[in-house]
């Protein structure tokens, strides 16, 4: 049996709930602007590592064990601002919210665990490592006019702190994707030091 999996770093809650504020900007716009839309729950949400694609079953323990060590990475904090869309604003087919503080942090992330991953066969990724979070995907647009990224406000959701990565499994279905994790990898936390005067 095989399994639809992807890696991803998830929001906090409290950043999720800003998320779904920028979402509802853009839900607004669309409708103005008569685009048509899909957007997923805001528990849904996640910033995409690696995608794997159908993995045998039996793989997901070789998975866990080679993807260990991105323990001993620190947890950090990154700040999703900026609103866009690929490929881009005017030929809009994903929007997307974007990762401004932390974001070389998130690619290094990226970049290890496409690492861990190539070592047990996984193809190494060709593209560069974009840290961004996907709101919506576009239906249908006007062939002409403004674009929804350009008339949308807010178009930041704060801090938000990466302190896990996790292994997903990704079943489609009739009302979208249901995503299941499967697999947390703790990021560790720094150690405090006392100052001592």
Not at 5 to 34: M, N, S, T, Y
Not at 152 to 174: F, N, R
Request: glycine share 8%.
């Amino acid at each position: 049996m095989s399994l639809r999996l992807f890696l991803a770093v998830d929001p906090e809650p409290r950043a999720r709930r800003r998320i779904g504020a920028v979402q509802e900007a853009l839900k607004g716009a669309a409708g103005r602007l008569h685009w048509k839309v899909a957007f997923p729950k805001a528990d849904r949400l996640h910033i995409t590592l690696k995608f794997l694609g159908q993995v045998e079953a039996d793989r997901v323990a070789d998975l866990e064990r080679c993807l260990l060590p991105i323990g001993s990475t620190d947890r950090f904090q990154i700040c999703f601002e900026g609103v866009s869309a690929f490929p881009s604003p005017s030929r809009a087919r994903i929007l997307w919210l974007g990762v401004t503080e932390g974001a070389e942090r998130l690619k290094s992330l990226a970049e290890q665990v496409d690492r861990y991953c190539a070592e047990l066969g996984f193809e190494p990724e060709q593209r560069e490592f974009k840290p961004h979070l996907t709101l919506g995907r576009v239906k249908r647009a006007p062939r002409s006019g403004p674009s929804v990224v350009e008339n949308v406000s807010p178009k930041e959701a704060g801090p938000s702190l990466v302190t896990e990565v996790t292994l997903y499994l990704s079943e489609l279905g009739p009302g979208g994707s249901t995503y299941t994790p499967l697999v947390r990898f703790p990021l560790r936390q720094p150690p405090t030091h006392d100052r001592k005067d």
